[in-house]
């Protein structure tokens, strides 16, 4: 059966445009989390939350 993770990405202010910064969870709950306190921070933008099979 294929892993399931779950990937943030994001861009942060004090970085640049051009560097995504990552980060990958086997757990949903803290992924989610994670993604949601991302979004709320004010100095990040383009913020995604994936599913990723492997």
Not at 5 to 10: A, D, G, L, M, Q
Not at 11 to 36: A, P
């Amino acid at each position: 059966m294929p892993e399931k993770k779950y990937r943030v990405t994001w861009k942060h202010t004090s970085t640049g445009k051009d560097h995504v910064h990552v980060k990958e969870f086997k757990n949903i709950d803290h992924g989610y989390d994670f993604y949601q306190s991302v979004q709320r921070d004010a100095d990040c933008y383009k913020v995604t939350w994936d599913h990723i099979w492997l």
